[in-house]
C-alpha cells in the first residue's frame, strides 16, 4: 500500500509563485510516473504535469512555460513549481502516482489534496 503526503499550497497573488511537494511512502516495488492534477470548483480534475522515472515531462498548455514539474527518484517525491500564477490556477491540487506493486501489479494512488489560491 502506497500513500502520498502533499504539501506547499497557499494563498498567494496574482504573479506570485508557490511550491508544492509530493513524497510516497508504503511497500511497492518500484515508482513510473507521477503527476499533479487539479480541480477547481464546479469543474472536473485536470492533468497539469506528469513526469515519468526517466525525467521524460508532459504539461498542460494552461501552464506551460509557467510550472514545472521535477523528481527525486531517491526520496520518492514529486515536486511542482507554479510561477506567474493566475487567479484561474486556483484549484485543489492533487498528487499522483502510478506504481508497480510488490506483486508486480501496476496500481495507482491519490494524495489528499493541497488548496491553492490566487488572488487578482
Known amino acids: 500500500q502506497v500513500q502520498l503526503v502533499e504539501s506547499g499550497g497557499g494563498l498567494v497573488q496574482a504573479g506570485g509563485s508557490l511550491r508544492l511537494s509530493c513524497a510516497a511512502s508504503g511497500s511497492f516495488s518500484s515508482i513510473s510516473v507521477m503527476g499533479w492534477y487539479r480541480q477547481a470548483p464546479g469543474k472536473q480534475r485536470e492533468l497539469v504535469a506528469t513526469?515519468?522515472?526517466?525525467?521524460?515531462?508532459n504539461y498542460a498548455d494552461s501552464v506551460k512555460g509557467r510550472f514545472t514539474i521535477s523528481r527525486d527518484n531517491a526520496k520518492n517525491s514529486v515536486y511542482l513549481q507554479m510561477n506567474s500564477l493566475k487567479p484561474e490556477d486556483t484549484a485543489v491540487y492533487y498528487c499522483?502516482?502510478?506504481?508497480?506493486?510488490?506483486?508486480?501489479?501496476?496500481?495507482?494512488?491519490w494524495g489528499q489534496g493541497t488548496q491553492v489560491t490566487v488572488s487578482s
Open positions: 499522483n502516482a502510478v506504481y508497480v506493486t510488490l506483486l508486480i501489479r501496476t496500481s495507482t494512488v
Open positions: 513526469i515519468t522515472n526517466g525525467g521524460r515531462t
